[in-house]
């Protein structure tokens, strides 16, 4: 008998506990339209699910460049990058919001170990915004395009002796 009560005051429940969610979700949309362009909500994953692309160019002129990328799930294996010529992968960020690309880069001159891409939302909006980080490898160091395409240093190099 106190399952039927309960089964017919089932919907009503369902009703009151999400109300105040779709409350809460058009208060923020009009929020979004008063402030202009759309940014990402730092309350929500921007990376979940999400493709994005990962370049590393070799921009040092006559050298070869060794590459060895690799998340948690995944081995790239070591790749040999010519000059002006670059490695390309493509991924989907996860739910967890764990999703990391460790690379390791080695010429004949030093090394440099980075996270080509990190779940940070920082950096997918500063580097990644258009879901595609360019790392690009010179004699200098390691630099990574901003929003612009603009050359970011990251990097020095680790001398090899």
């Not at 949309?29 to 994953?45: F, H, L, W």
């Not at 002129?61 to 590459?67: H, K, V």
């Amino acid at each position: 008998m106190a399952a039927q009560g309960l089964m017919r005051r089932l919907p009503l429940l369902l009703l009151l506990l999400l109300h105040p969610v779709s409350l809460t979700m058009s208060v923020a949309s009009k929020k979004k339209a008063e402030t202009g362009p759309e940014q990402p909500d730092p309350n929500q994953p921007a990376i979940a699910l999400r493709k994005f692309d990962v370049h590393i160019r070799n921009g040092l002129r006559m050298y070869l460049l060794d590459s060895h990328c690799c998340s948690k799930d995944d081995d790239l294996g070591v790749r040999v990058i010519y000059p002006d010529d670059e490695q390309r992968w493509s991924f989907r960020g996860n739910w967890l919001g764990s999703t990391n690309f460790h690379c390791k880069l080695e010429w004949a001159y030093g090394f440099v170990e980075f996270d080509a891409f990190a779940d940070d939302l920082n950096f997918v909006t500063s580097f990644c915004g258009d879901s595609s980080c360019v790392w690009t490898a010179k004699q200098d160091g390691l630099y990574l395009a901003d929003q612009n395409g603009q050359l970011v240093f990251k990097d020095h190099w680790e001398l090899v002796p």
